[in-house]
């Protein structure tokens, strides 16, 4: 698809599993990005990659917390022995570049996550 | 950022009528600001935005006023309609280039017929 692709778009696990989910970004999109929503609330940054560069992970909550980025491709954020505070959509979005400007921030719908 | 729970700042109009939405951002050092509109299920999607050094963008039909001074965000929507109903972000950056925005808390849009 043209967008940005996010997996799954509902997930409900149990408390202490671990849950991974998978961003697709616009294809040549070299910047990626993940926020956390949580319910009526605006958006937290988490991390982002920018091509081969170190990743920005300074949004990270906790250390239960990972993302790793193949390339400039998919991106997948991993939650470790889940709490029922983790419980938020978890947005993804890319950008061309570095970009210079929000109107080329594409986000997807986003995973939602439920912790029981 | 503060959190408001699920109780989201409401602002209802009348069809046809201007809206104005306010944000208070946080960074004196934040020099990108965005609008972005998120309906039910969806993610944000952009609307305008203003660096700062200017003090008002105008596009079609929105208009975002900069107050440095006060540190204070507006989106003014001309003649709202009924899709224009969602939630409402500011969004701030002081990376230059959107790279790690900090989100305000939104406010919902009510448009009534």
């Known amino acids: 698809g043209a967008g940005v692709s996010q997996s799954p778009s509902n997930k409900v696990t149990e408390k202490g599993k671990d849950v991974e989910l998978r961003c697709d970004p616009i294809s040549g999109h070299t910047a990626l990005y993940w926020y956390r929503q949580r319910l009526g609330q605006g958006l937290e940054f988490l991390i982002y990659f920018q091509g081969n560069s170190a990743p920005d992970k300074s949004g990270l909550p906790s250390d239960r917390f990972s993302a790793e980025r193949t390339g400039e491709s998919v991106s997948t954020l991993t939650i470790q022995r889940t709490q029922q505070e983790d419980s938020a959509v978890y947005l993804c979005?890319?950008?061309?570049?570095?970009?210079?400007?929000?109107?080329?921030?594409?986000f997807g719908e986003g995973s939602w996550l439920t912790v029981v | 950022g503060e959190s408001v729970g699920l109780h989201l700042p409401t602002l209802s109009v009348q069809e046809g009528d201007n809206s104005i939405i306010n944000c208070a951002y946080s960074?004196?050092?934040?020099?990108?600001f965005i609008w972005y509109k998120q309906e039910s299920g969806k993610g944000p999607q952009f609307i305008i935005d203003?660096?700062?050094?200017?003090d008002k963008r105008q596009g079609q039909r929105v208009t975002v006023l900069l107050n440095k001074t006060v540190k204070h965000l507006s989106l003014q929507i001309a003649a709202t309609q009924p899709g224009d109903s969602a939630v409402y972000f500011c969004?701030?950056?002081?990376?230059?280039?959107?790279?790690?925005?900090?989100f305000g808390t939104g406010t919902q849009l009510k448009v009534e017929l």
């Open positions: 203003i660096r700062s050094n200017m």
């Open positions: 979005a890319s950008s061309p570049r570095r970009t210079g400007s929000g109107n080329t921030i594409y």
């Open positions: 969004a701030e950056d002081s990376t230059g280039g959107g790279n790690k925005l900090t």
């Open positions: 960074n004196s050092a934040s020099d990108y």
